[in-house]
């Protein structure tokens, strides 16, 4: 009872962390960490799914796929219930295209997709702390456009932000929209680019986001790059 008290401690905690210092700090590795060692996935499946998609995170903001793709590997060879089954697929999806492994990366992206499409699983959708079926469109656009599949890629990120805005959930929101910006940016849209970093920056000066924030203000100094107009 005690360490299952202590791993509920350190998974809240963790969140905390990822809020006020990032996806990528060391602090939020450490407490995930030690709190996956104590959490029974049995007794708590969600809120060690919830550990696991921050483990994930962090190294992924870490430029560490291959890391990521290790933690979610052994739930691909196994069995994968309701609850589980869509968080994998996107989480390898996710580390596939961080890898530039591009045809996988749709597969699992897509049948993530697919899950999320039954209703029974929408009230995991925030299993991660931000909308994974909003995330699953955002990284199929990104995968779509490095396929040089134009169209497809357009479209299903505008579907990902769209929905994002029809969530109350600001974390979602600034998220989607900064990735948003990236996309404009890869597209050469530099006006539309700024637009959506700006929009982002409000979001997270709002939410008080130091992790958003950062993100925002390096799309700046990029768009000021694109744009030709260095300060």
Not at 54 to 59: D, T
Not at 137 to 147: D, S
Not at 181 to 192: C, E, G, P, Q
């Amino acid at each position: 009872m005690r360490r299952q008290l202590e791993g509920k401690l350190l998974a809240l905690l963790g969140d905390c962390y990822v809020m006020t210092k990032g996806f990528g700090s060391r602090d939020v590795f450490a407490v995930l960490s030690r709190a996956r060692e104590l959490l029974d996935e049995a007794v708590y499946p969600i809120l060690c799914l919830r550990t696991l998609c921050g483990l994930f995170n962090y190294h992924l903001m870490r430029s560490e796929a291959p890391l990521a793709m290790r933690l979610c590997a052994p739930y691909l060879r196994r069995p994968l219930d309701q609850l589980t089954a869509p968080v994998i697929q996107y989480l390898a999806g996710a580390a596939h295209l961080h890898m530039g492994s591009l045809k996988p990366a749709c597969r699992h992206l897509e049948a993530a997709a697919s899950l999320y499409q039954d209703e029974a699983r929408r009230p995991f959708a925030l299993t991660a702390g931000y909308n994974m079926p909003v995330f699953t469109q955002v990284w199929l656009g990104l995968a779509y456009l490095y396929r040089g599949a134009m169209a497809r890629a357009v479209q299903t990120m505008t579907t990902a932000v769209e929905q994002a805005r029809k969530e109350a959930h600001p974390f979602t929101l600034v998220s989607a929209v900064l990735a948003q910006a990236r996309f404009f940016s890869h597209l050469r849209d530099i006006k539309a680019a700024i637009a959506a970093t700006e929009e982002g920056h409000a979001i997270a000066a709002e939410q008080r986001s130091p992790y958003h924030l950062s993100r925002a203000n390096v799309l700046r100094v990029v768009n000021q790059i694109d744009a030709d107009r260095p300060e």
